[in-house]
């Protein structure tokens, strides 16, 4: 029903309509607040960056991101219908693929020879084996992060960032072994 109806977020982002089998929940997302508050604070430093938004789920980081007047995104994510659920979203909110770029993408094993501005990494958010491809996107094995950072440093540009956003749902789903870990 989320891919009909579709979900109403705030941030003056507007309705979104995920993809089956792509997580999208309005509430209670602290990890999505955080983010807008930052860029309303750093909004103008950031007024000609190239954004990679890494797990990009439902596309909710990159419209914040155009929101803040972002000119470019790159969204990547490993599930299938969400690449195939932003695509149907860019096409009903006319955003152009010079302005928003997709790529279905295990972290950068499809981006090729291309640096950013902003990486904003939305990681899964269940420690576990997914099951399914479709899975890919809610759940990690620790080694992700361990890959993640190994390959960064080749994409961002020089005094880029990087921002990386854990889900408040984390916190349930990690012993105090695996938060050490991270």
């Not at 999505?32 to 508050?37: A, F, I, S, Y």
């Not at 750093?42 to 990159?62: A, E, P, R, Y």
Request: hydrophobic share 40%; charged share 25%.
């Amino acid at each position: 029903q989320r891919f009909l109806i579709g979900i109403d977020f705030p941030f003056e982002i507007g309705v979104i309509h995920p993809f089956y089998n792509v997580f999208a929940q309005r509430h209670p997302f602290e990890h999505v607040e955080l983010l807008n508050e930052f860029l309303e604070d750093n909004s103008l430093k950031f007024l000609q960056s190239n954004v990679l938004d890494m797990g990009t789920g439902s596309g909710i980081l990159s419209f914040l991101f155009f929101k803040h007047k972002i000119p470019h995104v790159t969204a990547i994510d490993i599930n299938p219908n969400s690449i195939f659920g932003l695509h149907l979203e860019a096409k009903r909110r006319k955003i152009s693929k010079d302005k928003l770029k997709i790529i279905q993408s295990d972290l950068f094993d499809s981006i090729k020879d291309q640096k950013f501005d902003i990486i904003c990494f939305n990681p899964p958010w269940i420690n576990g084996k997914a099951k399914t491809q479709l899975d890919l996107g809610n759940y990690f094995e620790l080694n992700l992060f361990e890959r993640f950072f190994d390959s960064v440093e080749k994409y961002l540009n020089r005094n880029g960032i990087i921002l990386i956003l854990f889900s408040n749902h984390n916190e349930i789903f990690l012993n105090e072994k695996q938060k050490n870990q991270i």
